[in-house]
């Protein structure tokens, strides 16, 4: 029990980490409808930024207690990345569509290069030794606690009017929104919030590098957005236990299967020769993840939120 608990820490906070990140990501894409393939960039300065409080800054202004330490450390990295966040949100929400998701790729390589170059946070080799202020139960209660947050939000003015952007600009614009400045605030509100999800990853793991900015980490939170569902808060954390929690359990099927294959052998049903071939496809996990995933797209495209939404649509018919 002891080593299981060992061995599940790491995918745990991995999971609600990226949980927080596809939330932060879903406010841009689900909420306003702006496809943005840099959005690690921002998880990465928030965490960088953050890491410079507490390794440099922090010791010199003589702030030792830990709970004030995460606190100011969330409040750098939230500030910091939503910062960055305006900085590119500015100039790049006037573009459109394809434009937009190629301009804010650029910053994700961009952030990735500035990182590279300055050696005092270790440049290639990434930040290490930054301080532990983070724990599991921690980061669950955080991720709970946006996703909340957000699901609040969308019940305000401000959530309507962002619903309302995404859904038909020009009849938003015909009932007084500001489409521009919606986009703004939820891409704000957005870049904010993966800001904090990097403050908890680098005081967690104690360590972050220039590579997380860069375009895979982007391309695995659209992912979780949108096999989570793009229009559901609920839906990115169900996307992101999907691309955490799943790759780690095929991990252990072939040595759940092979007993039975092997009986099943003996008895003459299926041929010795298809054991290891079952084992060669499930040691390639990425392949089986990847099948899986065209699968869950193809069977249900509005992603696994909508699945909940059909049941309890269907249970409320029951009940009526």
Not at 308 to 315: I, L, P, S
Request: contains cysteine; glycine residues 10%; charged residues 10%.
């Amino acid at each position: 029990m002891t080593d299981f608990l060992n061995y599940s820490q790491l995918p745990f906070i991995m999971f609600c980490i990226l949980a927080i990140q596809a939330m932060s990501l879903q406010v841009v894409l689900g909420g306003t409808g702006l496809l943005s393939l840099g959005h690690a960039a921002f998880y990465t300065v928030g965490g960088y930024t953050s890491a410079i409080f507490t390794v440099f800054l922090a010791p010199k202004l003589g702030i030792e207690n830990q709970t004030l330490l995460l606190l100011l450390a969330c409040c750098v990295g939230m500030i910091s990345a939503s910062l960055a966040g305006l900085v590119v949100a500015i100039p790049c929400l006037k573009l459109r569509g394809d434009y937009l998701a190629m301009a804010t790729l650029g910053v994700g390589e961009i952030v990735g290069t500035v990182f590279k170059n300055l050696d005092f946070v270790g440049g290639t080799r990434g930040f290490k030794d930054i301080p532990k202020l983070g724990s599991p139960l921690l980061i669950f209660l955080v991720m709970i606690a946006i996703a909340f947050f957000m699901v609040r939000f969308y019940k305000t003015n401000i959530g309507y009017a962002v619903r309302a952007t995404r859904d038909d600009e020009i009849s938003a614009q015909s009932l007084g929104i500001n489409i521009y400045k919606t986009k703004l605030f939820s891409f704000f509100m957005g870049t904010s919030i993966a800001g904090l999800a990097g403050v908890f990853y680098a005081h967690t793991l104690q360590f972050i590098s220039p590579d997380e900015s860069g375009f895979y980490n982007s391309v695995v939170l659209v992912l979780a957005v949108v096999i989570g569902g793009m229009y559901s808060v609920f839906g990115s954390i169900f996307g992101a236990f999907i691309i955490v929690v799943v790759p780690e359990l095929l991990r252990f099927i072939p040595s759940f299967v092979n007993p039975y294959l092997t009986k099943l052998a003996d008895y003459g049903i299926i041929s010795k020769s298809f054991i290891p071939i079952f084992d060669s496809i499930f040691s390639n996990r990425t392949l089986v993840f990847s099948v899986l995933v065209i699968i869950i797209m193809l069977l249900n495209p509005k992603g696994v939120a909508s699945l909940f939404e059909r049941f309890q649509n269907r249970m409320r018919k029951t009940h009526e």
